[in-house]
């Protein structure tokens, strides 16, 4: 489902067949006619810069390239004989006339934490296609074969130099794309690289221009000083500040969100979002904009990585490294040392497994105090589960752990991150959805295949420590950044405009709690607004559930008020 013709390319493939590219693809025609003269190479969804996928239409049926990094899903589903697909999962359930899954809707609101419980449709009879592999549809509906393409093994040479070269392509091909690209310049790394690394890359008439948003009462936070520090380092930068009043807190209007294809991250911040893109179009014509999303995820190194030094019987590092994590979060380094041994031995499937049996009995996390040194993050739940959304989570988690991993044999550390990765570039294109209901296209350049890939090759002994803040950027971008700011090792907070947003629309949040979770048996309502109430007044709880639960709400609302999707047929047509 496109909005643009431009997004979707197609070129005559070797037997006659058809090639498309679909989404933003960096190769130039002359490389796309030649990959297509003969066998697609297996690296062709993660070869350019860009987020796209590729599409081979044959006469024996469909073969589908999906994209690695997951930042351009595809979908499929049986229909009239043979198999459907698209890139839009709500197009699909209109088509085939699929319900939601309260399954998935559960492990939205309670196990979003858990990417493998989340790697699924929210409508039943609708399959996410597996990211990074080769997947075939034959046309007489037979069963669909999927062959796992990508997979991050290790490989020799300076990690820092690598990203370097993949991210300032991934940069200039944005700007190839659209000269008037924007970019976020929030005063942190990832967006303060792009929007430097973009100013350099764009024409010599022009400038980039650079968004920092700030609180109405505050213009001398730290943020505000680095983003300065930023577009001070060249003048090709126009550095725009947008101040954010009482209507764009968080919270505000949630269910005024569009309608997506599963619920977007921004939802809670829609106004916030909705706002800065209705300005950016007014006061320059964005229409492309760049956003530092992603760099969390890509460069972080998780705690696994303590089991994988153990595995390697690197024990002098894994100590040091235990150590400087311990002294980050004001902990023991022995129970650390002890969870990676014990992780170590653990399998992605068991730990599923378990995790569906404590979530079944009520129990406790086992991994609750061990400083996440686990393969997913183990969050009590909170009170106001239900019975029902127990039973349809464990449900979730068991199917995880039953199905065969695509990734064997992979490094702890580095396949836990290709879950996380996934996860998160799957749910950014519901944000890039709904930036384009305000006719502005998102780009997440972190997200790209070719930049996940070239990160995540990283070998063990190049690998960063863990206790490090971001040091494969700040190496590769030494003589971008300025210093003052490539020497930081902390990041901006909203918290304060968060609970008085959510104080702020205490009543309309309220109300959420009898609507369609409620009417699914998920949620109990009473204990939710407890809850919610007491969120608002500032008493220390865990609010990663209520997030989830409004977010997962507000997008049933928009879902159920949206008109629905109408598909027309059209005989003997062709691609």
Known sequence: MWSDPMMVRAVSGADGGTVMVLGRCGASEAELGTVAGGPLPEDVTWRWPGTYTVVEHRAEGVVLHTDPAGAMPLYAAEFGGGWAWSSSTRALAALTGAALSAERLAVSVFASYVPAAGARSFFTGVRLLAPGSRVWL????????????????????????????????????????????????????????????????????????????????????????????????????????????????PYTDITAVPATDEPAPSTLARARLEYQLAWMKSEFGTRTHMTGDGGDSVLFVPPAHLADLLRHRRWARAVSEATGWARLRHTAVLPLLNDARRLAGVSRADAFADLAHTVESAGHPAGEDRGDVTWVPQLPMPPWITEKARSLLAGGLRRAATEADPLPGLDLGPRVLVDEIRELARTAAADAQLADQQGVELHNPFLDAHVVDAVLRTELRSRPPLYAYKPVLRRAMCRVLPPQLAARTTKGSFNTAHYTGMRANLPALTDLTEGHLAGLGIIEPGLLRTHLAQGAAGVPMPLAAIEQFLTTEAWLHALHRAPALVWTREENAHV
């Open 138 to 249: 034959p046309s007489d509906g037979g069963t669909p074969r999927c062959t796992t393409v990508w997979r991050p093994d290790p490989v020799p040479g300076d990690p820092a130099r690598r990203f370097r070269v993949v991210l300032q392509a991934a940069v200039e091909y944005r700007t190839v794309l659209d000269p008037e690209v924007s970019c976020d310049l929030s005063g942190g790394l990832d967006s303060s690289t792009l929007a430097l690394l973009a100013a350099a890359a764009r024409p010599a008439e022009g400038h980039l221009n650079g968004v920092t948003v700030h609180p109405d009462d505050d213009t001398s936070g730290a943020d505000l000083h680095y983003a300065r520090l930023a577009a001070a380092r060249d003048p090709r930068i126009a550095h725009h500040l947008l101040s954010l009043g009482t209507e764009q807190l």
